[in-house]
């Protein structure tokens, strides 16, 4: 059955199963690889992409459900509607190291950028409460949660009128008992 999917702000038709989940066809179809498979059950988040700005996971989708629909996937999110967001994080994340491995982090990153669009200033709780359905197994959540809050604040003095040099987030500032990284 022929499907027609708007993914990364370009029209593409699909000849698939309408239950084929959406990871499958984005990478099995469209051959953009950058979102992952994880568990294939919607518990580690590795397959996010955003529907309608919102994240979603891919591996459980049908790709039916989507169809007119605005999906983003990592390739696309620097030019979709969250770019702003998806900057401040991208930058973060090269700022702080915030990658071990990688495998998980396209679907770290389209949470997190999710999570600014909602919320330009989460707590800590929120932070931990919005990411809580990604999982990383080099348990880099320290950085990530890190980065998140670099990303926050960049965002937040561009909003103020400064501009430029990268932030540098202090975990030892924030978090007293110490952290698994220091960037000063």
Known sequence: MKLSLNLNGQKHEVDVDPNTPLLWVIR???????TKFGCGMAQCGAC???MNGSPIRSCVTPVSSVQNQQ???IEGLLTSEVSREASAVVNA???IAVVQCGYCQSGQIMSATALLKQNPNPSEKDIDDFMSGNICR??????IK???QQAAQSMALADAGHTAEPLYYDAA????????????
């Open 28 to 34: 099995d179809h469209l051959k953009l690889t950058g």
């Open 48 to 50: 996010t992409v955003h």
């Open 71 to 73: 999906i983003t996937t």
């Open 93 to 95: 994340w090269e700022d």
């Open 138 to 143: 080099c348990s880099t959540y320290v950085r």
């Open 146 to 148: 890190q980065g998140i």
């Open 173 to 184: 500032e924030s978090n007293p008992q110490g952290g698994d990284h220091h960037v000063a």
